[in-house]
């Protein structure tokens, strides 16, 4: 036993592995004590055995690996990782425990998986535990049989899941080991319990003597449902739960509430497998089933049953399945075979489920009308048919189409109809059947139990009874008004059955009743605790409705209901109940009337009543009037006294004072007295009489008023408009009308029935009586208060003049609210006036168009229509689409039916012809405007093939398809659309722009929604994978989806959607989700109510209502604007309860006045830029929408409340849009006061108006725009510059209101662009703009040209974006546009730019069609401008509006742009003349009309002036002094105006000049400071310009092309030398990046230009490498060889490219050492990238050499790899510098180079070049290095830039580049001798062309770039140089045109070309003043 102390001292996870297994024996055990021990579950012992536990289980000794099992199963439940361990040691114990023969080890075994499943591990042990049933080893298959029925015995069927069990059941049947079928049996059993009959179809196919065993197994089962008894550890609470029942005796009632919890209803069909069956169809079906032979079809029909008998079919497309079925059922004379087609649709229908939904409206219409059979089979096949559809769908889909049939006059469809709504209201509930869908249902079925035949009554009274007890009394009594008793008792009596049908599952009574049960799904009735109350109240008035129905028949008008609500909440004035039951009161006869008036009036009174005195009958009156003052309500007898009223004389009373005493009563008995109907029927003719007289108007005003408020407005004005109609009297028709515009004000619109109203003011309008049209149309604009635009509708077939008017009368009310109702209210009781009026007013609006008159067009979607619609030839197809197009725009508003177009139109959106595909989408657009709501039931089969198209991979078709979509959300609303699977098969597409516009779109519409449907969590496994997908894009709209999926389902259900990924995918979403979860908005609110509600309960029904909106954001009562006069200061504020009127005005002002003395706007440090970073970092959602969602202003608002005072918030986001103009007003005042304010805030300012923007009311809007416009004049005073930011989120939508209808808007908006551009680019507003053009609004487009044109008239081409060609192309498409102004302003537009560019115009437009061409050409004609040489206000505007671009836009690398303007004016005034404060800006003080004038007829740039102080130069006395006068004003202006000489020499840059243009850039170029703005992108695009021109082979043609190409060349110098070394490096390798990419487009001379500068720069490196930010370039390096990998690059023609990398890096490697490798921060993934490892390779490679020494000392160090850069890169440059010396062009600059890079390295060797090259040609090198030497000593200090050499080549490097020496101030201290100018004006005379150098051979392109060259330092005498030149230049000008202005002649580009003559006269002019200044020098 020696060894066994060498295992007893081992630890014990040690001896755990120990290969001896009496040590593992021993160390399982101590581990057990050990786990048992451990009581914090998180300790670090557990990780310790994460890896050995599968050891434990798997031992191969039995004893050990009994222990190893107890072990794990203690470290399962105690350690909190052990979940990790779950797949491995469930796999080892399902394969190496069940098989051991010991019990103890299986138990064990089973033991351990359950103690996974408690620890949240269900899936992985059940997958293994499936696994297991596929083992060969037959124990092991029992033993994970029996763990999974106890698993599912404990932990139920919610957490074990059956599907896939179940799946394996009938495999496990048919096992040849008997122990495996009696388990299996066990199991079944098991499942029995907790699905019960679910289980029944998938076993269906086992043996028939199992199934029998199994069916009396089951029938054992206990009924009682079962219980989950073990708890997951996250069930804990209910763990404990059920320990308390336990111990309380398992006490039933307790568990009853769980039970809904224990036990899912499991679904059979979701346990089943889906069979795919259209596959399997006959062949021939489709022939066979048209065949002629009954027998034929039957046979057909006898497949399809077979097949849809399976229970779950595969989705698909059934379309042309379903059409032949429905035909046999619409038209087979075999009813056997209607009968058979029926049975197919019932069984397609129930295995499909929700995806047969689509089809269901196909079908429904005509299954009903075939109720027609009277055949008991065919009826009941049909009603099974139904029925089954009708799960399939909702019953608002389909409504329509039983709706039409309700009418029928055949009583079996009637009865059939009524019976099928009964069994469908069944399975609804509340929410399912509201009121709106209620209202039509009951309308139709309240005719039907009126039918004469007996079966449609009682049908009827079953599907009302029915609809009462689904929705409940309070819904569905509304309806009921005008039922009488004994019909609303049996109808009570139907609804009592019906609970029955409820209560037990499958109820007798609906099986006798239709022969089938209601299946498993008892509808959720509402018999809950708060109807049985309102059932209680609303019964007791039942027996009072025993009056017939009022004579107004039909459907009852909706506003009865609210006095039948009413009664529902009786007991809110007690008053109440018995006036309600006297609406309805029988006429009296004139006798009893007699009576009961001699009972209550003096008898005097009566007998003078008809007295022929007057006098006597005034006095009659009197008595009468106070006889009716003084009676009680309940004894008034209305309607006696009415008819005593209107006895003889009654309404034909001659005396005014009488009639209107005789009014007054009325209205007095109205208002006192519970006035019926009846009553107002006996005196409202006569009212309606007097209504117009003069004197009594006013008084029968107020009696009809009385009247309405007792009877309801909406059946009074129907009497009064129709009476007054009925008479001829205009007067009265008038007064009529006004009277009822002032009621509805004042009764507000609840349950007016439009469609009456509307043929009498039709009438009206068409009166012949000025004063009736003019009331007509006063009533129309109060109706459009109500029902908006819907109403003009009606109207479009007027005569223009009178729909003008309309229209005008319109757009008065545009943007007003509609009033508070005053009255009517009191009528209702508060209660319902809350909730009944809320829903009364919703309906309003749809109720409008519901009543609009809609075409049927389904006559004229003939087959020969279809069929043109599927033609072959595209161009058929075409005619076919144009014509439903016609069809559709005839007909306006279409009814729902539209036969077969649907069909023909879903097979057009996969069209090949990607033009008859967006036709289709338009006209599925125009289709879902006419349909309107009625669209809905075409979502399925029409709406979901749209979104398909949002897949296309063509921009303008997905753009078109998501407008269709969104055409159609409008009018559906989006339940529709998220219900069923279609959506998530969408999106489970794998095609990215399909998932990203889907995404995008639901991302939209999904933060709107209050709810949305359960299926919407069907897309969130697809919504994961978009999570991971390939594309970038769909990745991010994904993400962007994800907090609105979750605002909807909750984080937990998206969390437990993931338990389905992998576990690294699974990762990643749950981080997303939790990221998510930060960002999820609020569910929004339910809408708030309109302020036309009553607001609070009773107590407030008289208090004049308080916008809702305005209590919530806590605003006094002022704010909220109450009529003083009623209000009773309960609404908002406290202060002021209980102070009346006046008062409570006045404190709050007081109050108010106090707060808002501070300022506005307050000024946050850094605030803005802070809100820039967070939107650039998504933080906040970006400003970007088609309208404003809420949480775009809940955002601003946040935003705003920290930097705008809070009394001004309050108004800005006020709910009423007049408080937004005292906001506006207020924001005026201060404009000018809190300059610095505004400037912080104008973000969000401008985001602000943006929303006023989206406002439909005209006076906000009119006011924002007169505060941008004072805005921008302030903000260009201030010379502040919009930032892209504050440009981005406010532009887009000012363009949108250039569409505006109202032209002064468009003046305004207009005004304010051009003001815009002052203080953002133009070239930058020209886009915002370009995009306005695309706009739908035929108006927008037609101004944003307009606009595009002045644009390019005040600045030339160069504002066009991106290229002028690219801006004209897309210009000219507008010229064919539909509408006339857009065509005219596209023509208008080019023409301008044709005036500014000439017919170079044509060139840049394109190709375009021979109409739109000849168009064009006759308007350029017609305009018959010459082109000038340039725009005229280019100089003058220029300046201003450009200086922004090129130093604002780099600013804003740096920040905001204000630095500049605050720089620019420091600078300006440090000047030596101080700028006056004068209006005009600054920019303007150049004299540039004199300058203009000067030029005479062509214009030249450089100011005449210079000439002035020419002599300044020839003053001896000037030349030494360090501070020389320059020659220019404008150069004197660089120190002390910098602007607007910046703005000048810019101004220069955008010249038409080609020669200006280089010397202003070279200007620009010249100062460092300014140089070193150029940004990135400029650089970039300056470069590109610079190269291309050199390249361009027409320059050659030009005279001075070589002159220009030369001067671009130094240009190019200069920029690379002076600008941002960082910047320039970037710009370069992009721009070789994208030639590279672009070698078809680009000569390849391009990228060898753009290399040759990057050599360039890499020789400036060793000075610069200090200044340059090494991360970006080496971000940027990585970039590129991301796009070229080494492989990619070595594959290019020429080898240039992957050298000229090569010796970048080894360049910047060779400077910075080991260091770079820390510069490599910007890179993402460096570990991925090939520059990292080529870096380490070129280290590793330098440092073998260089020893590691080199970093002791970095100066040395870094000299040191300097001098031994890599031999590689020596022979490199060698190489190269030996090459130019070989080729004959460069051979000097060669010798040049070599030359200096001797002196630089001079160890280099060069002997191995010279070794193999020829004698002669070695002697030549050292000669010419001799040469050089000699040269550049003798030259001494005064080196020139090129020496003679490049002089006699003829090219001129700017005196910059050798010159440190000879700047002026220069280090020695000596000062400069004028030979120093001479040499100068040697180069500038061979600049003019004036030496005598050969002309023609035109130097190389490349040999000014490779010139090593020092940075310059800038000098006075650099000016002075520039300034000759120019001088030079301009000089020679002038004299050319004085000399031969007959050869004046402009080139293309408007140069003007110096001739020889005006050179040669410049020769001696020349030569004179130099001889003068030799003369000097002496």
Known sequence: ?????????????????????????????????????????????????????????????????????????????????????????????????????????????????????????????????????????????????????????????????????????????????????????????????????????????????????????????????????????????????????????????????????????????????????????????????????????????????????????????????????????????????????????????????????????????????????????????????????????????????????????????????????????????????????????????????????????????????????????????????????????????????????????????????????????????????????????????????????????????????????????????????????????????????????????????????????????????????????????????????????????????????????????????????????????????????????????????????????????????????????????????????????????????????????????????????????????????????????????????????????????????????????????????????????????????????????????????????????????????????????????????????????????????????????????????????????????????????????????????????????????????????????????????????????????????????????????????????????????????????????????????????????????????????????????????????????????????????????????????????????????????????????????????????DDKSGPIFIIVPNGKEQRMKDEKGLKVLKWNFTTPRDEYIEQLKTQMSSCVAKWLQDEMFHADFQHHNKALAVMIEHLESEKDGVISCLDLILKWLTLRFFDTNTSVLMKALEYLKLLFNLLNQEEYHLTENEASSFIPYLILKVGEPKDVIRRDVRAILNRMCLIYPASKMFTFIMEGTKSKNSKQRAECLEELGCLVESYGMNVCQPTPGKALKEMATHIGDRDNTVRNAALNTIVTVYNVHGDQVFKLIGNLSEKDMSMLEERIKRSAKRPSAAPVRQVEDKPQRVQNINTNANMLRKGPAEDMSSKLNQNRNIGNHSETAHTVPREFQLDLDEIENDNGTVRCEMPALVQHKLDDIFEPVLIPEPKIRSVSPHFDDMHSNTASTINFVISQVASGDINTSIQALAQLFQIESLAREASTGVLKDLMHGLITLMLDSRVEDLEEGEQVIRSVNLLVVKVLEKSDQTNIFSALLVLLQDSLLATASQSPKFSELVMKCLWRMVRLLPETINSINLDRILLDIHIFMKVFPKEKLKQCKSDLPIRTLKTLLHTLCKLKGPKILDHLTMIDNKNESELEAHLRRVMKHSMDKTGSKADKDTEKGASRIEEKASKAKVNDILAEIFKKIGSKENTKEGLAELYEYKKKYSDADIEPFLKNSSQFFQSYVERGLRLIETEREGKGRIATSTGISSQMEGTCVPASTHTVSSSIGNTNGEEVGPSVYLERLKILRQRCGLDNAKQEDRPPLTSLLSKPALPTVASSTDMLHSKLSQLRESREQYQHLDLDSNQTHSSGIGTTLASPSSAAANIDDLKKRLERIKSSRK
């Not at 049960?517 to 809950?528: F, N, R």
């Not at 001829?728 to 006004?738: A, D, F, I």
Request: neutral net charge; charged residues 30%.
């Open 1 to 1153: 036993m020696g060894d066994d102390s060498e295992w007893m001292k081992l630890p014990i996870d040690q001896k755990c592995e120990h290969k001896l297994w009496k040590a593992r024996l021993n160390g399982y055990e101590e581990a057990l004590k050990l786990f048992q021990k451990i009581d914090d579950e998180k300790s670090p012992e557990w990780s310790k055995y994460l890896g050995l536990i599968k050891k434990f289980v798997t031992d191969s000794n039995a004893v050990a690996q009994l222990k190893g099992l107890e072990a794990a199963l203690a470290y399962i439940e105690n350690a909190h990782v052990a979940g990790k361990t779950t797949g491995e040691v469930a796999s080892g114990v399902v394969n190496k425990v069940f098989n051991q023969p010991k019990a103890r080890a299986k138990e064990l075994g089973v033991d351990i998986c359950l103690m996974y499943i408690e620890i949240e591990k269900g899936e992985a042990v059940q997958e293994e535990l499936l696994k297991g049933l596929d083992n060969k080893n037959p124990k092991i298959i029992v033993a994970c049989i029996e763990t999974l029925r106890k698993a599912l015995s404990e932990f139920g069927s919610k957490i074990i899941s059956l599907k896939p069990i179940i799946k394996v059941l009938p495999k496990l049947f048919e096992s040849r080991e008997k122990a495996v079928r009696d388990e299996a049996k066990l199991l079944a059993v098991e499942i029995y319990r907790w699905i019960r009959d679910a289980l029944r179809p998938p076993l269906q196919n086992i043996n028939s003597v199992q199934l029998k065993e199994l069916e009396e197994e089951w029938v054992k089962v206990a009924s009682a449902a079962p219980k989950q008894t073990r708890f997951l550890r996250s069930q804990q609470e209910l763990k404990a739960k059920f320990e308390q029942q336990q111990a309380a005796g398992g006490d039933v009632d307790g568990g009853d509430d769980d039970e809904e919890e224990a036990v899912p209803q499991v679904d059979a069909y979701e346990l089943l497998e889906a069979v795919e069956i259209l596959s399997k169809l006959p062949k021939d079906f489709y022939e066979k089933i048209e065949a002629k032979k009954w027998q034929e079809r039957k046979e057909a029909l006898e497949a399809v049953e077979l097949l849809v008998k399976n229970p779950k079919l595969e989705a698909g497309d059934y379309a042309d399945l379903v059409k032949v079925l429905k035909k046999v059922v619409g038209k087979d004379t075999n009813v056997m075979l209607v009968a058979l087609a029926a049975k197919c649709l019932a069984g397609l229908a129930t295995g499909l489920r929700k995806k047969f939904g689509q089809y269901a409206g196909h079908v429904v219409p005509t299954i009903l009308e075939k109720f027609k059979e009277k055949k008991p089979q065919v009826v009941q096949a049909l009603q099974e048919a139904i029925d089954a559809i009708f799960l399939t769908t909702t019953l608002q889909n389909i409504s329509e189409d039983i709706l039409a049939v309700m009418d029928n006059k055949n009583p079996t469809i009637k009865q059939q109809t009524s019976l099928f709504i009964a069994r469908s209201f069944r399975h609804c509930t509340p929410s399912t059947l509201p009121k709106s869908l209620l209202k039509p249902f009951c309308a139709a079925l309240l005719k039907h139990i009126n039918d004469s035949a007996p079966e449609v009554r009682d049908a009827g009274f079953e599907a009302l009874g029915t609809a009462l007890k689904v929705a409940g009394e309070k819904a569905v009594n509304p309806f009921l008004a005008d039922v009488d008793k004994l019909k609303l008792d049996r109808i009570k009596e139907c609804a009592e059955k019906v609970e029955l049908v409820g209560g037990k599952k499958t109820g007798g009574a609906t099986e006798k009743k239709e022969g089938r049960p209601i299946s498993g799904k008892a509808p959720a009735l509402s018999g809950t605790g708060g109807d049985k109350e309102t059932k209680d109240v609303t019964t007791k008035p039942g027996p009072l409705k025993k009056a017939p129905a009022v004579k107004s028949g039909g459907p009852p008008k909706k506003g009865k209901p609210a006095a039948a609500a009413g009664m529902g909440g009786a007991g809110a004035k007690g008053k109440k109940g018995p006036e309600t039951k006297e609406i309805f009161e029988s006429e009296l006869s004139i006798e009893v009337c007699e009576e009961k008036a001699a009972a209550v009036l003096p008898a005097s009174c009566i007998q003078q009543l008809d007295s022929g005195n007057w006098k006597e009958r005034l006095a009659c009156m009197e008595e009468f009037q106070k006889a009716v003052e003084l009676m009680e309500r309940s004894e008034m007898p209305c309607q006696a006294l009415v008819r005593m009223l209107a006895k003889k004389p009654g309404w034909k009373e001659t005396n005014f004072q009488v009639m209107q005493m005789k009014l007054h009563i009325v209205a007095l008995i109205a208002q006192k007295g519970n006035f019926s109907k009846t009553s107002a029927q006996v005196v409202l003719d006569g009212l309606v009489d007097k209504v117009g007289d003069v004197k009594c108007g006013n008084n029968a005003k107020e009696a009809m008023t009385a009247i309405a408020e007792a009877c309801q407005l909406p059946w009074t004005a129907e009497q009064v408009v129709a009476m007054a109609f009925s008479q001829k009297n205009p007067k009265n028709q008038s007064e009529t009308l006004n009277w009822l515009s002032n009621a509805i004000k004042e009764f507000g619109f609840s349950g007016l029935n439009v469609k009456a109203f509307i043929s009498n003011v039709k009438t009206a309008l068409a009166a012949t009586n000025p004063a009736v049209r003019t009331s007509a149309i006063t009533l129309l604009g109060v109706m459009y208060l109500y029902v908006g635009p819907p109403l003009r509708m009606f109207f479009e077939d007027e005569k223009p003049a009178l729909l003008s008017q309309i229209d005008a009368e319109f757009e008065k009310m545009q943007g007003q609210t509609a009033p508070v109702p005053t009255r009517g209210i009191s009528r209702h009781s508060a209660v319902v006036g809350d909730d009944g009026e809320e829903e009364e007013q919703e309906d309003v609006g749809n109720d409008v168009v519901d009543l609009l008159p809609r075409t049927d067009i389904g006559d004229k979607i003939t087959a020969e229509l279809v069929s043109k619609i599927g033609d072959k030839n595209w161009k058929i197809r075409k005619e076919g689409l144009d014509e439903v197009t016609s069809i559709i725009n005839d007909a306006k508003f279409i009814e729902a039916n539209i036969g077969e177009l649907p069909a023909a139109l879903k097979s057009r959106l996969n069209d090949s012809n990607k033009i008859l595909v967006q036709q289709t989408l338009s006209i599925l657009q125009q289709l879902a405007t006419a349909m309107g709501p009625n669209i809905k039931q075409h979502v399925k089969n029409l709406g979901i093939p749209v979104i398909t198209v949002l897949g296309d991979s063509k921009n303008n078709v997905r753009a078109a398809a998501l407008a269709t979509v969104n055409a159609w959300v409008e009018q559906t609303g989006m339940k529709e659309w998220l219900e069923g699977e279609d959506l998530s098969e969408e999106l489970k597409k794998e095609n990215p722009f399909l998932r990203q516009e889907l995404l995008g779109w639901l991302a939209e519409k999904l933060p709107s929604l209050r709810s949305v449907p359960s299926d919407l969590i069907l897309c969130v496994p697809h919504l994961y994978s978009c999570l991971e997908d390939r594309n970038g894009d769909v990745r991010k709209k994904a993400q962007d989806a994800l907090p609105f999926f979750m605002m909807h389902l909750g984080f937990e259900k998206m969390a437990k959607a993931t338990t389905k990924l992998k576990p690294t995918s699974k990762d990643q979403v749950l981080a997303m989700l939790e990221k998510a979860k930060a960002n999820m908005p609020a569910k929004p609110a339910p809408p708030a109510k309109a302020s036309s509600r009553v607001v609070g309960g009773a107590a407030a029904a008289k208090l004049q209502p308080v916008s809702a909106l305005a209590e919530d954001s806590g605003s006094n009562t002022l704010e909220s604007r109450p009529d003083p006069k009623k209000s009773k200061a309960g609404g908002g504020s406290s202060k002021a309860k209980g102070v009346q009127g006046k008062k409570v005005l006045s404190k709050p002002i007081l109050k108010e006045d």
